[in-house]
């Protein structure tokens, strides 16, 4: 037989021994004070009747006082002496209680105790029959009220020998209907006319004492009265009107105004059915400003080191969630648009230098994968495979971009938020292996962007013949290819870039494949290979230019012994002194000519001519032995697989921003879409340095002209901090306001925050801001939306959520309310029609206001007063003063240190359903300002904490066989999970206050599910990670309890698993391998 701990049974309170353990126990130190006792204290006279006068509860108090005077034979044995037993039966709880007891002890006790109470009853009556038929008065009406109550009484006894669910409640019930009707019965009885007549002087002689006890009881009553009225002068507090918050909408015409004091808001009507009116309580500024978006940024190392962006929603919240937490990877670094990132095709390589300083430090090693390159093309942001490194005292970044890949694209404002003349790159830290910390140290003076491209096939080709098919074979220099001719070509890419080399490489056709051949075919022309140069020179503003070295041998042989010319290889380097005449400029054309300039007879078409026809002459004039051999004719040579390539490079340092192509932008926290220009420094950090670890970005529309910024910041409890992880009074945090101006970050002084009522964001409240001048075009982004920051510092866990942020909220105040606070949402226009607003929302409800004060009330605080003189020293001193204070405050409990821990110190627990209905919490500025107001009646020598309750999560484990009838499993899980809440946390269920300092009982927690109907077998009831592995009448108990006095115990059930009946220990199974003997 398992036994099983105390609980909360109405006569529980005392500690129980069992056999081999110490039971669940109800707290006897104190309790606490509620607020329904705090105003119904019995050390108080008023409506308290001192002398008891009702005539049927004497008769009950007179019976249970003569079970052996005189008096019993006459009391016993009569049916209005049993009836006043049953009416005063306290029933209350009970059916809650035996419940709980479901397969305990007290189970069986419960239901004995009542069935021995019912029992006792019949044969009481049954001895008043027997009387009355000997006296043969057996058909009045109090007979048959006797016959009717005893017949009731006998069928709701239960007809086996041990009670069941069934019968108990049954007996409940016929009791409990007794009851209702009990008034009915006695008068019935009274009134019969057949009372014994000593019983019916005993009854005259306790009414006429209840009237001489009811005239005592209305003077005693007055007494109190009397004394505040008329000695103390004392007098119910007033109605304190309420207060509550209205937000002002201009219409989207209308210029900033100011709303008048005292303008009216009609709220509905009030207890006495007049219109309520709420009035501003001074002057109001209106404006078209709004908070539109506020992000907190943070750095969190809880895996490894990052920067994170969490969105604070401003509308239609539903859960407010923590600041600083839930955030995704904020990607924070560069902005690069040039000119040299237009890259349509081929094989293109880009690295970009960052020139540190002379002074900048210089990192030793960098972990691969700390940055993200993006480049822009027409299908958004393309995500790049670069290297960083470190190459001399620059920090480098190169990518390769394949000759499959999509070209790069300008930005536009559908597809990458933005738009740019040329494409745009992106560097981004990445949060993977996050380089802030070392890269916010690194300051640079110069960027440098080299591009590599090789194997263009698309661009344009020209010679005198007109443009050329380069996707053909071709003859470049014409059909001739006479001294002189000539060949030009040019790509969009090259006109836009400073180049330090241009090449045009191909493959010669049709001519000879070495150069020995080469120069065979020419030797009678007096040429070879080497005697073709070319003349190579740029096009710029409409003119040809050359340039030192632009000479070069058209036809150069390959390293191979066989020394082809196949290879054709063009080159335009003006890495050397032309570089300056081939600088950057816009008006520039982009072409590039190539000139044979010789040998004189170019590729001998003309000579190979003459020749032929000189030779034919002399020859027809000899014989045929001296005639000259005919020339070989020499060919045009033709060239195919054409390809350009080329290098540019540009360097822009931030001195000189002006006049180079590249745009260089940071890339904030500010928005993911919009890069900010430089300031115009020395030197720039490669990562801003962040003033704190916590940072707050606000964005304000239609601020233009706007000089003071004011914005009510409504604060909540966290949701995901409840119950378990809430922000103390004590914790703090400090904010540092910085503006932006279009480049940089400015401070704020400290003198510019008017209003700052948030307290670092622990409470609601107004902030406000005067700005050092008007807002203007440059301190806006491209939205038009001005922002401030706030670095938060301090304790960050302290910061609650933030519900919404308003701007043109105003405060009102009733004018003809009865105190109580205004419903959200019921204050939606003005009294008086403005057509400058467009609406008016009361988001939120009253607050402050507090209802006339009771004479109840209002003794009960005198009765408070007379006992704590306003100085707290016992318990109920500092409890009784919160009560007094702050309606609001269902429950206070002063709760002491375990020994040796703060002997000094007060730790005093609020409950209050006013901002959490489920764990009773408050909020902590709330219980900041009581522990502000208990102060001033406190011992300077008492450390006081004012704190919420505090809960603890017990983890709860559990598997168990359930019988093959079971059929809806899923319900019998819930049914045991409700079985865990029940006993762990009873207060849940009822909807009362919970109370600490309870132990429970392992043994009686599995009792409970294991009597369950629907289990077959418990397997594992495994609570924080204890268990035992036999439960028997003879196991010593585990006691369950907080780890603080004053925890409060909260289930966590992980998981209730169902297993198969077949279900051994480990590989054995029942009914298999699993042997016994």
């Not at 709303?259 to 009030?270: E, I, V």
């Not at 107004?766 to 510092?793: C, H, N, Y």
């Not at 409890?879 to 821990?901: N, W």
């Amino acid at each position: 037989m398992n036994l099983h701990a105390k609980d909360s049974c109405p006569d529980s309170g005392a500690v129980v021994f069992q056999r081999g353990s110490i039971y669940m126990t109800t707290d006897n130190e104190h309790s606490g004070t509620l607020r329904t006792d705090y105003e119904a204290d019995l050390a108080r006279l008023d409506d308290f009747p001192a002398l008891t006068a009702d005539w049927r509860t004497l008769l009950h108090q007179l019976i249970r006082a003569s079970r052996v005077s005189l008096l019993l034979p006459l009391l016993e044995n009569n049916v209005l002496t049993v009836m006043a037993d049953i009416r005063r039966k306290k029933l209350s709880g009970y059916g809650d209680t035996f419940a709980d007891a479901q397969g305990t002890a007290k189970q069986i006790y419960y239901a004995a105790k009542l069935q021995k109470d019912i029992e006792g009853w019949v044969v009481r009556l049954e001895n008043y029959l027997n009387n009355t038929w000997q006296t043969d008065s057996n058909s009045n009406s109090a007979v048959e009220i006797a016959r009717q109550l005893k017949e009731l009484l006998e069928q709701s006894l239960p007809n086996g020998s041990e009670a069941d669910k069934r019968s108990y409640y049954r007996m409940l019930r016929t009791v409990t209907d007794l009851q209702s009707n009990a008034d009915r019965y006695l008068k019935q009885a009274e009134e019969s006319g057949d009372t014994e007549p000593a019983l019916s002087l005993l009854i005259a002689y306790l009414k006429n004492y209840g009237n001489v006890a009811d005239a005592f009881n209305s003077r005693l009553a007055d007494l109190p009265g009397i004394y505040r009225r008329d000695i103390l002068h004392a007098v119910p507090k007033a109605i304190e009107q309420d207060r509550t918050y209205v937000v002002i909408t201009p219409t989207a015409e209308a210029e900033a105004f100011n709303l008048p004091q005292g303008m009216s808001f009609p709220a509905g009507q009030n207890a006495a059915g007049e219109d309520l009116i709420y009035r501003t309580e001074k002057e109001a500024y209106i404006c078209p400003m709004q908070c539109t978006e506020v992000n907190a940024v943070y750095a969190s190392v809880k895996e490894a080191f990052g920067l994170y962006k969490q969105s604070i929603p401003l509308q239609n919240i539903t859960t407010a969630r923590s600041l600083f937490a839930h955030g995704e990877e904020l990607r924070i670094g560069w902005q690069i648009t040039s000119p040299m990132l237009v890259l349509s095709e081929g094989e293109r390589e880009v690295n970009i230098r960052f020139r540190l300083a002379a002074d900048s430090p210089v990192p030793n090693i960098l972990v691969e994968n700390s940055f993200f390159l993006q480049l822009s093309t027409a299908e958004g942001w393309t995500q790049q495979s670069a290297t960083c490194r470190i190459d001399g005292h620059c920090l480098c970044f190169t990518f390769t971009i394949g000759s499959k890949d999509i070209a790069s694209a300008s930005c536009i404002e559908e597809i990458h938020g933005a738009t740019t003349e040329y494409p745009a790159l992106r560097i981004l830290t990445n949060n993977t292996n996050s380089p802030y910390l070392w890269a916010k140290k690194l300051n640079f003076e110069a960027v440098e962007i080299q591009t590599k491209v090789i194997g263009i096939r698309n661009f344009t080709f020209c010679n005198e013949l007109g443009e050329v098919d380069t996707e053909q074979q071709f003859s470049p220099f014409g059909i001739q290819g006479d001294c002189g001719a000539w060949f030009l070509f040019g790509h969009e890419e090259l006109e836009l870039k400073p180049l330090q080399e241009v090449r045009l490489k191909g493959h010669w056709k049709k001519m000879a494949g070495t150069e020995a051949e080469f120069n065979e075919l020419y030797q009678e022309y007096g040429v070879d290979a080497s005697s073709f140069i070319v003349v190579t020179e740029y096009q710029k503003g409409g003119s040809w230019h050359s340039y030192t070295g632009n000479k070069q041998p058209l036809f150069v042989s390959d390293s191979e012994e066989k020394h082809s010319l196949a290879q054709a290889n063009i080159l335009f380097d003006f890495s050397t002194d032309a570089q300056a005449a081939y600088e950057y400029s816009r008006e520039r054309d982009g072409f590039f000519r190539v000139t044979l300039q010789a040998p004189s007879i170019g590729f001998g078409t003309d000579a190979y001519r003459n020749r032929f026809t000189s030779i034919m002459i002399e020859n027809s004039r000899c014989k045929e032995k001296k005639r000259k051999p005919l020339p070989k004719e020499p060919t045009v040579p033709m060239l195919a697989d054409v390809e350009l390539s080329y290098i540019a490079s540009e360097v822009i340092t931030l001195t000189d921003t002006g006049t180079s192509s590249i745009q260089l932008e940071h890339i904030t926290a500010l928005s993911d879409q919009e890069a900010f220009l430089l300031d115009g420094n020395m030197t720039q950090p490669f990562l801003p340095a962040s003033p704190a670890d916590h940072l707050l970005y606000f964005a304000f529309l239609n601020a233009k002209e706007e000089r003071t910024i004011r914005m009510y910041v409504d604060m909540v409890l966290p949701e995901e901090r409840i119950p378990y992880d809430i922000p103390h009074p004590d914790q703090s945090t400090q904010l540092a306001w910085e503006q932006w101006n279009g480049t940089r970050w400015g401070t704020l002084p400290v003198e510019m925050v008017v209003a700052e009522e948030t307290a670092g964001l622990t409470q609601s409240g107004f902030i406000e801001i005067e700005l050092p001048e008007k807002v203007t075009d440059d301190r806006m982004d491209k939205q038009g939306r001005i922002w401030l920051r706030a670095s938060v510092t301090g304790d960050i866990s302290a910061c609650l959520a933030i519900r919404s942020i308003r701007t043109n909220c105003i405060r009102v105040k009733a004018q003809n309310g009865n105190g109580t606070p205004l419903p959200a949402g019921t204050i939606r226009e003005m009294a008086e029609e403005d057509q400058r607003i467009a609406s008016v929302v009361q988001p939120l409800s009253g607050f402050g206001g507090t209802p006339e004060e009771t004479e109840t009330q209002f003794a009960a605080h005198q009765s408070a007063r007379f006992h704590n003189r306003h100085r707290a020293v016992t318990m109920k001193d500092y409890e009784q003063l919160v009560l007094e204070h702050f309606p609001e405050i269902d429950k206070a409990q002063c709760v002491s240190y375990p020994p040796g821990q703060n002997p000094a110190a007060v730790n005093l627990m609020v409950f209050s359903r006013m901002e959490d209905s489920r764990y009773f919490l408050s909020s902590p500025w709330k219980l900041a300002e009581i522990q502000r107001l208990i102060r001033r009646y406190v011992s300077p020598f008492v450390r006081l904490k004012v704190v919420n309750p505090s809960y603890q999560r017990v983890e709860v484990r559990c598997k168990v066989v359930l019988w093959d009838k079971v059929k809806d499993e899923a319900r019998t899980l819930r049914q045991l999970t409700q079985i865990v809440w029940n006993y762990l946390a009873p207060w849940q269920r009822k909807g009362d206050l919970p109370t600490f300092r309870q132990s429970y009982s392992y043994k009686e927690i599995h009792a409970r599910l294991a009597n369950h109907e629907d289990v077959m077998r418990l397997s594992l009831l495994e609570i924080d990670g204890k268990s035992l592995p036999h439960v028997d009448y003879n196991t010593d108990d585990i006691l369950i309890k907080g780890d603080m006095p004053w925890s409060i115990l909260l289930p966590d059930i992980k998981k209730i698993e169902t297993l198969s009946p077949h279900d051994g220990i480990e590989e054995a199974e029942i009914g298999g391998n699993f042997i016994i003997g």
